[in-house]
């Protein structure tokens, strides 16, 4: 197993900063990346972040790390999270752990957000605590919590 940990990213999530921050908050995701970077130093880890708008290339990666030996994924699979059984299926298949992770806490949203196929398969979720949702899903990881 190595140090590295996959930060998966889904849709509209390359508009961080821009897509309503009454609800995500203004932070980029590229300073979301910034900042797990350090910290992930700061743990001993390295991260590997990636965002796409695809539902099957967030598949392939979540393949790839497990064939690489990743530590862990972290996934903000965005709206996917209500609709991909192809990513609940895709949790399942692999044997590293997952965590849901997600800025807004989808409970306190609209009711078609309350359902979570990526939590059907996850390890642990990390939500409605901003870009600090990601930090404290990393360190859940450098802990053995998950």
Known sequence: MSNTVYVLNGP???LLGLREPEIYGS?????????LE???RQLG???DMRQ???????VDWLH???AEGARAVLLNAAAYTHTSIALLDAIKAITIPVIEVHLSDPKA????RHLSYVAMAAAKT???HGADSYRLALEAVASGEV
């Open 27 to 35: 932070t980029t995701l590229d300073e979301i990346a910034g900042m």
């Open 109 to 112: 949203r609209e009711e078609f």
């Open 45 to 47: 880890l390295t991260i």
């Open 64 to 66: 790839e790390a497990q």
């Open 12 to 14: 509209n999530l390359n």
């Open 52 to 58: 796409t708008n695809h539902e099957g290339m967030l």
């Open 126 to 128: 990390v939500e409605g």
């Open 38 to 40: 350090d910290r992930a």
